[in-house]
Antibody, heavy 117, light 107 residues
């Protein structure tokens, strides 16, 4: 069974840092590109970042470029998002999603990042 | 970045109705468009990819059409479990962008 489990979310003060993780199982993780997508409370979806299977290609939304860093560890079947200089507008549910040939076909249940101010 | 304009933002319909939702891209994106369904408190689910290909396990009442800049998601006969929010996604180039969403509500 395919599973993506995000964790690491929580309350954070503006300017603070947080590291999100996504644990993958049930599929060959090292063949898939991976994405982070977020959703602010009551709002739509916003693509955040993507990383290719070997980490060769990495992309960011302009809204997070220079503040967030995506990475992966294929030996641990894990995806990460290091978030620095957090802002109130970064408050959202953060989803990881896998991508191969089709658009992201499986998403985790998300981890919530909330501004504590 | 490519902008995706989705309409309507919400609609009310009855079980059995035919429903259509559109997305317009600010530039041509070939057929690199997907449709997702999201229910409250849940992650999005892929319905359609490559504008018109039905994802595995998705009921055939869902269909997609279009190419270039204009795309449509159609539900041929709305079922109770279809009341949800629908999003389009362009994956033609980075940054990927979503439409604003369409909430389908019970009439």
């Amino acid at each position: 069974e395919v599973q993506l489990v995000e964790f690491g979310g929580g309350l954070v003060k503006p300017g603070g840092s947080l590291r999100l993780s996504c644990a993958a199982s049930g599929f060959t993780f090292n063949t898939y590109s991976m994405n982070w997508v977020r959703q602010a409370p009551g709002q739509g979806l916003e693509w955040v970042s993507a990383i290719s299977s070997t980490s060769r290609y990495i992309y960011y939304a302009d809204s997070v470029k220079g503040r967030f860093t995506i990475s992966r560890d294929n030996d641990k079947n894990s995806l990460y998002l290091q978030m620095n200089s957090l802002r109130a507008e970064d408050t959202a549910m953060y989803y990881c999603a896998r991508y191969l040939v089709t658009p992201p076909d499986f998403w985790g249940q998300g981890t919530l990042v909330t501004d504590s101010s | 970045a490519i902008q995706m304009t989705q309409s309507p933002s919400s609609l009310s319909a009855s079980v059995g109705d035919r429903v259509s939702i559109t997305c317009r891209a600010s530039q041509g994106i070939r057929n690199d468009l997907a449709w997702y369904q999201q229910k409250p408190g849940k992650a999005p689910k892929l319905l359609i990819y490559s504008a018109s290909s039905l994802h595995s396990g998705v009921p055939s009442r869902f269909s997609g059409s279009g190419s270039g800049t204009d795309f449509t998601l159609t539900i041929s006969s709305l079922q109770p479990e279809d009341f949800a929010t629908y999003f389009c996604l362009q994956e033609y180039n980075y940054p990927w962008t979503f439409g604003q969403g369409t909430k389908v509500e019970i009439k």
